[in-house]
């Protein structure tokens, strides 16, 4: 049988009658085991936070490295499929496919109907990483980016809260890469 032994320590005095706490051997264990659990607990935590943030969601460290591998592909001619899911103007908020040549985007259409919009209804893969900094800048708690794991660009932005301050979803797809 395990003995235990255990001290007496005055706590505190509350109307002038000392209350004690009595401390054991088999106590300290369990605390110091209770500890030890808590430290590898918010250490398996803080890395698998500074992976995902080196994986591409919001912060200046995931998009430097996703923007740098975007870049890396030399890809200046592109089409892809944008859907923006937000309180916006007719046509903004359906799946929309843009066109972009030497980096400027030079055709927006409705992907479902053919029908062209204005030009300034999406970016260029670079102008969206512009407007995922400006984001990040200004309310980074508010910000979720996914990047495609291949080619660095976003695949997946929300930003805000739609409800409360325009925020929205920006969905990237079908990227094609064209000479």
């Not at 300034?120 to 900094?133: C, K, M, Q, S």
């Not at 800048?137 to 990047?147: D, E, G, I, K, P």
Request: hydrophobic share 35%; with cysteine; net charge positive.
């Amino acid at each position: 049988m395990r003995r235990r032994s255990s001290v007496e320590l005055p706590f505190h005095k509350v109307a002038g009658v000392a209350n004690t706490f009595t401390y054991s051997s088999q106590a300290s264990s369990k605390m110091r085991q209770f500890y030890q659990r808590t430290v590898v607990a918010i250490v398996a935590i803080s890395l698998s936070l500074s992976a995902c943030l080196d994986k591409g969601t919001a912060g200046t460290i995931g998009i430097t490295t996703q923007r740098e591998l975007w870049r890396s592909n030399s890809t200046k001619n592109y089409s892809y499929v944008s859907s923006h899911a937000c309180e916006c103007a007719p046509n903004f908020g359906v799946a929309l496919r843009v066109t972009v040549r030497n980096n400027v985007v030079t055709a927006i259409v409705v992907e479902s109907s053919g029908v062209a919009v204005p030009l300034n209804y999406r970016p260029t893969i670079e102008g969206l990483f512009d407007f995922i900094d400006t984001e990040y800048a200004s309310r980074s708690a508010l910000l979720n980016v996914t990047y495609h794991p291949a080619l660095g660009y976003p695949s997946r932005v929300k930003y805000g809260t739609p409800e409360n301050d325009a925020g929205g979803i920006i969905t990237v797809s079908a990227l094609t890469i064209t000479p």
